[in-house]
């Protein structure tokens, strides 16, 4: 019985680190954690596999083992699911599930945007959580210029809609939403990739802050990146 119960325990952490290596080699990981991570990842679930597999075999062989029951199998289909299912990135439910409003930076950025005396007015590309700071908290840096930024639609009410993105510090269980308003075009589908270019806008107020506001002037609907995080 001991060596039967040891041979599940064994198996099981076998396709826990074949699922956690699947998903580091596949790129999959970026829709759990940081691109960082992958190499850790990697080594966690190659070590996984091998101590379960020598632990399994060599005990398995000591102790006579004759396999497992069929209903032991059963604690591998959530495991085996995570191997052949594909799963999504965090998205609108999410992020219509937090407020909108961009926290106050610990320390301003001081005009680092605008880098290297850089004076044109041209759509300059932007990350959303950049853009959804710096334009309530540095409003004279942002005044008058022009921006292009690409994340997924999350609908608010009467016919609000802000292009957003999730930001991780480590992993999913942390991710914030930066959003920004659009104005001026009417709402892609819901989760829909966008890239957007408009100007500046005023923020939106708000009685726990003021959110981040674009004057759309065009919509392109885009592919989602390999990493959909900033």
Partial sequence: MVALKRSVAGLVIVFVGAAIVQLAISGTYLRYVKPGMRWMLLAAGVILVGLAVIDVFVKSRQEHDHGLPRAAWLLLLPIFALLVVDPPALGADAAQRQSPVAAKPAEPQ????????????????????????????????????????????????????????IGLTCCVADGTAFMVEARGQAAPPKNQWVSVTGTWAEPTKRVDGDVAALTVESVKPVTAPANPYE
Avoid: C, H, L
Avoid at 142 to 160: C, L, Q
């Fill in 110 to 165: 001081s005009n680092a945007f605008w880098q290297n005396g850089d004076k044109s007015y041209g759509p300059k590309t932007i990350a959303v959580r950049d853009y959804a700071v710096w334009a309530v908290w540095e409003k004279e840096t942002m005044k008058g210029r022009s921006f292009t930024m690409t994340g997924f639609v999350t609908p608010a009410k009467n016919g609000v809609w802000y292009v957003t993105r």
